[in-house]
């Protein structure tokens, strides 16, 4: 079992940054893909970023050269360093970890709120 807590959303004006982190309860980094999610109102959740255990990375294209995902796998998190922000990133985001062989262990985390106003 893998649980997952995320942090960093707030408030931000459009053209700023937000970082978010997602800490894992227990090691990740030897078999799980990390992704981020994002969810907002009347909206399906879609994937925002992911990185795997050797450090590849994939990005939506709405997104791309905005956001950047990393992981520290001593830490046992996964960031989601964004930039340039739009109003349409508003959303709620989520940290997601899925086995790379085992696929039936997926995990969520509840989710951080990231509001892009004026």
């Known amino acids: 079992q893998v649980q997952l807590v995320e942090s960093g959303g707030g408030l931000v004006q459009p053209g700023g940054s937000l970082r978010l982190s997602c800490a894992a309860s227990?090691?990740?980094?030897?078999?799980?893909?990390m992704g981020w999610y994002r969810q907002a109102p009347g909206n399906q959740r879609e994937l925002v970023a992911a990185?795997?255990?050797?450090?590849?990375?994939d990005y939506a294209d709405s997104v791309k050269d905005r956001f950047t995902i990393s992981r520290d796998n001593a830490e046992n998190t996964v960031y989601l360093q964004m930039n340039s922000l739009k109003p349409e990133d508003t959303a709620v985001y989520y940290c997601?970890?899925?086995?790379?062989?085992?696929?039936?262990?997926?995990?969520w985390g509840q989710g951080t709120q990231v509001t892009v106003s004026s």
């Open positions: 997601n970890a899925r086995h790379n062989i085992l696929v039936m262990k997926n995990y």
């Open positions: 227990g090691s990740i980094f030897s078999a799980y893909v």
């Open positions: 990185i795997s255990t050797g450090g590849y990375t």
